[in-house]
């Protein structure tokens, strides 16, 4: 064995119009259980021992679906934020978020900012939400930040990588050692750009909402099988 189980996953959960278009069932529908599956993954993952999930709910392109299906998405949103408080404090989760906050709407930004600070002090798993996230539009605002945090334009000619990552979202979590996608699509989709340039890649042919432990058992169990090199030659290897 290689890795044990990472430190940090992100999971792209993907499948829910598929799901229900398959049942002959309208897309939202396919939400909703999608929505079940992440709550079994977050708890799966919580008692796998993953020290941080984050799990990517709408990104930055989604708003250009139909006003009926992204109104329905950021319902239960709403609603798993609101039931979201007694599953953390028995699991001891912290939750935080990524993405560009202020274009949520403004009751969902309370409800992330209340969910954050009643968890704060949890000690367990960190649950990081991506909502209206994408992975170019988190640099952007790394470098927005930036720009405003340090006055001289001249700091660019001497950027490091440290510069952009202290201004991401969350610049003390780790980078994501396992990334899964569900419904085998083999692209990122504007997830975590910068932080998953040596994360290992995990495509299932299964669909989100049909998700269980055990797939994400098969996923922790193929990428412990995985030998990370990080663009170095392991000892004793490759001749
Ligand atoms: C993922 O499922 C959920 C979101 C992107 C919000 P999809 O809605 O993309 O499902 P498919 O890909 O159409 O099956
Ligand atoms: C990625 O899925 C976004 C989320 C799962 C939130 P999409 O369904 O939006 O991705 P594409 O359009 O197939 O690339
Ligand atoms: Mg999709």
Redesign the pocket.
Known sequence: MENAVPVHAGII?????????RRGLV?TQ??LE?LKAAKRITKAASDLGIRYLTL????TE?WK?TSE?VGF?MGLIRQYLKSEFDFSRRNRIRVRYAGDFEGLPTDIQKEITETIAQTADYNGMQVILAINYGGRDEIIRAFRRLTTARSCESQFTSLKENDITEFLDNPDVPDPDLIIRS?G?YRTSNFLLWEGAYSELYVSQK??PDWDKEDLEAAIADFSGRQRRFGGVLEGKNG
């Open positions: 959960m993907d499948g829910n119009g598929r799901w229900a278009q897309r396919g939400h999608g990517y709910a709408f990104s989604n679906r299906e998405i419904a699509e669909l989100w």
